[in-house]
């Protein structure tokens, strides 16, 4: 049997893992993994070429104790094919914090995920195998994320263990673990339950989702997974390269889930933001228009909250909500830093004074249509600060409603065209100064 120890938040425990590993089942193949980010790599590599009939996870800090291996036994003389595999109730954890009585509320509990897994069940189907960083850039999650996508076609069967004693892993507190899960959760048990389910194009949609990308495989398909799980179904996605020389690029665009609402348009050469979205936007067959960065992803209920408000409200030019900010460290890692919550009205002095981001933004295509779109003459070609300038035009003369709710992902990197550019803005906002002051 395989035995993979996953580092969690303890990595440097994983040789005492091992060794209780070693002690109690010596003909096992246990395997290390060095890092979160390479945990599906790794699992998937290995069970590609040794097909064990089942195998085991833990994490490091957890300890193996001797009477293991006829538990082990005895949970799987019990088996049928339609078990997945055995999820742990451990009755012993290690290093379990004291919770007072007095606490006001408790932590919500992070599901650690099954102990022993089907490989088979695992292995074929729809998603072969578990999802790489690519896939799911939170890989602290994977073995949730298999468990519950494969929980539409297969059982899991609970087990109360003393023979795994388990390690709790309390997360460094600037890690905000409680906060992340609640953020997360949400898109993994949406994925789940859409898992089988195939929507078909529906004609006109309601919304058209717009999605630039150059050079973005490794965030593109976690953005769109985010589009596939929505809760409102009739939408199009409309996917523009513009102008990518990665192969991986390339590579990603050819294996996205085929679905029929999903178009992806191709140019040879790289002619900005302004220029790529105005091009979806004469593509569009919808009412509604959504920008969705190829970095940044949508809550489950982003369409349905958006819509909503806009039949509330009647003949609304610009719907806007709230978004929850991740900031990207240098090893890719998420971390959760807040809800940034936007202004509940905006004008064309505060957007250009302030360079409010603004996430999620769905436009009204008409209105678009009515201020010719996106602005490719201004300083740096549409390329720089085009959202800024086109919320400020429609601000002029157009309505404009907040959505009081987080339901937009939105990445904060050093490597993005924004951050690698901080003082172009006061020169791109002296520039249009002029313009502005006309359309006023």
């Not at 409680?178 to 929507?199: D, G, I, K, N």
């Not at 150059?214 to 199009?236: F, G, P």
Request: aromatic share 8%; glycine share 2%.
């Amino acid at each position: 049997m395989l035995v993979f120890i996953l580092p969690g938040t303890h990595s440097q425990l994983s040789e005492s893992t091992l060794s209780s590993v070693q002690r109690v089942f010596p003909d096992a193949r246990p395997i290390v993994i060095p890092s979160e980010e390479r945990a599906a790599w790794v699992m998937n590599e290995a069970l590609s070429v040794e097909m064990f009939p089942w195998f085991m996870t833990l994490y490091a800090g957890d300890n193996v104790q001797p009477h293991a291996k006829i538990d082990l036994e005895r949970w799987l003389r019990t088996t049928s094919d339609q078990l997945a595999g055995f999820i742990l109730n451990p009755v012993h954890t290690l290093g379990q914090p004291h919770v007072s009585s007095s606490r006001a509320a408790s932590p919500p509990r992070i599901p650690r995920g099954p102990l022993i897994w089907r490989t088979q069940a695992v292995m074929n189907g729809h998603q072969k195998g578990f999802a790489t960083k690519d896939q799911l850039p939170f890989q602290k999650y994977v073995l949730i994320d298999k468990q519950l996508q494969l929980s539409g076609q297969y059982e899991w069967s609970e087990i109360d263990c003393q023979a795994i004693l388990c390690h709790h892993r309390r997360a460094p507190a600037w890690m905000k673990e409680a906060e992340e899960w609640l953020a997360v959760s949400p898109l993994l048990l949406a994925a789940a339950h859409t898992h089988s389910q195939r929507a078909e194009a529906v004609s006109p949609p309601l919304v058209t989702i717009a999605l630039c990308t150059y050079n973005d495989s490794e965030y593109l398909t976690w953005a769109v997974r985010s589009v596939l799980v929505q809760s409102c179904k009739d939408w199009e996605l409309v996917i523009l390269d513009d102008g990518s020389t990665s192969e991986e690029t390339e590579a990603c665009l050819q294996h996205l889930p085929e679905d029929s609402r999903i178009t992806i348009v191709r140019q040879q050469k790289n002619r900005g933001k302004a220029h790529a979205l105005n091009r979806i936007l004469h593509l569009s067959h919808a009412r509604w228009l959504l920008e969705l960065d190829a970095d940044d992803w949508l809550a489950p209920n982003a369409l349905e909250v958006l819509l909503r408000e806009a039949h509330r409200v009647q003949h609304a030019d610009v719907i806007y909500g709230n978004h929850v900010e991740w900031l990207e460290r240098a090893n890719k890692q998420l971390v959760y830093q807040r809800v940034h919550t936007a202004p509940s009205s905006l004008s064309c002095d505060s957007l250009r004074n302030d360079a409010y981001a603004i996430a999620p933004r769905m436009f009204n295509v008409s209105s678009l249509k009515q201020v010719k779109g996106w602005n490719e003459d201004m300083l740096f070609e549409g390329r720089l600060y085009e959202d800024i300038d086109l919320l400020s035009r429609l601000s002029l003369h157009h309505k404009l409603y907040h959505v009081p709710e987080s339901i937009y992902h939105r990445r904060l990197r050093s490597s993005s065209t924004t951050h690698r550019h901080p003082l172009h803005y006061s020169a791109w906002r002296n520039s249009t100064k002029d313009v502005f002051n006309e359309l006023e």
